[in-house]
């Protein structure tokens, strides 16, 4: 997972494409976005068995009309990309939250099974503007959740509001979709630590993605042109039709590695392992959206929270 990390972890992560978290970029990319996705319409798995897909070109002209996706909201991180989000009910008067990776943490990379609540932080972020120029430093009062099982998040509180932060810079949060993205959904991946924007789509799910000691549930996996890079991590994902955010970018598979750190693998129902070289891969947000109640706080008690628990 690269934060995207890598060994001491933040360097095996800097590289696990975690994408884009972990330490610093391996390699500084150029801006602006990636070419169209071009995918074989059908690939072996490593079990040999044929598994069918739609071009990428094809998925992309049936999607709706695209609105506009810019880095207003995004946020940049000392090794990370995050971005500025709220749920679809949080109120003006609400603390702000970031949303970016488990594994961009400052303290480093949460162990298996472990899940971080209410933990006291003092960490910055760079707050971008919709040309990508940063125009203010946003100060987190504390980790509201952070966890490396089942999923790769890390949602700290800010201590400005989102009515102080509209006020002061013009700059809304980005939303969570409270609803599950499908296969197809034209996407962009938006990194605030590189100012770059990966176009791409939904090309499918992975019904567990396995990178090292860690194991995530129902990964969202990128079409080709999504080759996100070590920074990206932290990302936000925005569906180009609804401009909300669908899930955070993470990790991908750099040298065709199976299971190791920076080397994802996708294991299916019944245990068969599939590796795909270069492809890069997100962990849905929609599971959040239940878990924030009353002034934006994280209550893992409410009904139809379905995020791990301490």
Request: include cysteine.
């Amino acid at each position: 997972m690269k934060p995207r990390a890598k060994k001491p972890l933040f360097a095996v992560l800097g590289a696990l494409v975690i994408t884009g978290a972990g330490m610093a970029p391996a390699v500084a990319a150029g801006t602006g976005e990636a070419a169209a996705p071009v995918l074989q319409a059908e690939v072996k798995t490593s079990a040999g068995q044929a598994e069918t897909r739609v071009p990428a070109t094809q998925k992309e002209a049936e999607a709706p009309a695209v609105r506009a996706v810019d880095f207003a909201g995004t946020v940049a991180l000392s090794n990370c990309s995050g971005s500025v989000v709220r749920m679809p009910g949080s109120e003006a008067d609400d603390p702000a939250l970031v949303l970016s990776n488990g594994h961009c943490l400052e303290s480093g990379f949460p162990e298996p099974g472990e899940v971080i609540v209410d933990q006291p932080s003092n960490r910055t972020f760079g707050l971008l503007n919709s040309a990508g120029t940063r125009v203010a430093t946003l100060r987190a009062s504390k980790i509201a959740y952070a966890t490396m099982t089942d999923t790769d998040m890390s949602l700290y509180q800010l201590t400005s509001t989102y009515q102080q932060i509209q006020n002061s810079y013009g700059i809304k949060a980005l939303e969570l979709n409270a609803a599950r993205p499908t296969a197809g959904t034209a996407i962009k991946v938006v990194s605030g630590y590189w100012k770059r924007i990966y176009s791409c789509s939904v090309d499918g799910f992975a019904y567990r993605l396995k990178e090292g000691s860690w194991t995530w549930k129902d990964s969202v996996r990128y079409t080709s042109s999504c080759n996100t890079i070590g920074g990206t991590s932290g990302s936000p994902v925005i569906d180009n039709a609804t401009g909300k955010v669908v899930a955070v970018n993470n990790t991908g598979n750099e040298d065709g590695g199976r299971c190791t750190d920076n080397n994802p693998c996708e294991v299916d129902q019944n245990g068969n392992i599939t590796v795909r070289r270069g492809i890069n891969y997100a962990q849905q947000t929609y599971q959040v959206v239940p878990c924030v109640g009353l002034d934006n706080k994280i209550d893992l008690s409410r009904s139809g929270c379905t995020l791990p628990k301490p």
